[in-house]
Each structure stands twice: as structure tokens, then as C-alpha cells.
């Protein structure tokens, strides 16, 4: 059985920071990559940051210089230091696999399965 737990998250205001984790059997690197994916209400599912197991790394642009993605691959532990944060950053959050994909990546959970999530509420 496939285990992902998200934690982390919280209710911030603007210009705080949080550190997202990600653990679990979920946490593999055979499709390229790790990422962190977020899902705000009324919105798509959308990617945000990915790393692989040498630490190449990519981001979305909307996050690029506030968010860091890491692993402990010790561990199996995913991490997202989100610093600076807007409310529109506000979403549910979530771990998966993923490939990359051109500039990006898309993601490819492990056997389609997604965790829980950690909800980010940023007030303005």
C-alpha cells in the first residue's frame, strides 16, 4: 500500500514562511523526480517545484526565489521551504512523483495515488 503524509502547513500572514514535509513509500525517484503540486479551490492541480536524486531542481515561475525544494533521501523525506509567501500561494498542497517535462514537470504518483495534502492559508 502506497503511504504519503504531507505536514507542514499552516495559516500565515503575508511575507512568513512555512517548511513543508513529505514522507512516506510514495517518496521514489523512478519516474525522474519528486515534486511539490498545490490545489487551490476552483483551480487546477498545479506544479510547483521538483527536485531529482542529484539535486537538479526545477520551479514554477511563480515561486522562483521564495520556495526551495530539498530531500533527505536517508530519510525518504521530501521538504518545501516556502519563504516570502503571498496569499495567493494559499492551496492545498501535495507530494508525488514526477518526470520532467520540457521546462517542468508533471506529476505521476505512484499508482496514481495522492496523500492527504497540508493545507497554506496566507492572509494578506
Known amino acids: 500500500q502506497v503511504q504519503l503524509v504531507e505536514s507542514g502547513g499552516g495559516s500565515v500572514q503575508a511575507g512568513g514562511s512555512l517548511r513543508l514535509s513529505c514522507a512516506g513509500s510514495g517518496v521514489t525517484y523512478s519516474r525522474n523526480c519528486m515534486g511539490w503540486f498545490r490545489q487551490a479551490p476552483g483551480k487546477e492541480r498545479e506544479g510547483v517545484a521538483a527536485i531529482d536524486l542529484i539535486g537538479g531542481t526545477r520551479y514554477a515561475d511563480s515561486v522562483k526565489g521564495r520556495f526551495t525544494i530539498s530531500a533527505d533521501n536517508a530519510k525518504n523525506t521530501l521538504y518545501l521551504q516556502m519563504n516570502r509567501l503571498r496569499p495567493e500561494d494559499s492551496a492545498m498542497y501535495y507530494c508525488?512523483?514526477?518526470?520532467?517535462?520540457?521546462?517542468?514537470?508533471?506529476?505521476?504518483?505512484?499508482?496514481?495515488?495522492w496523500g492527504q495534502g497540508t493545507q497554506v492559508t496566507v492572509s494578506s
Open positions: 508525488a512523483a514526477c518526470s520532467w517535462s520540457g521546462t517542468l514537470f508533471v506529476a505521476f504518483p505512484l499508482r496514481n495515488y
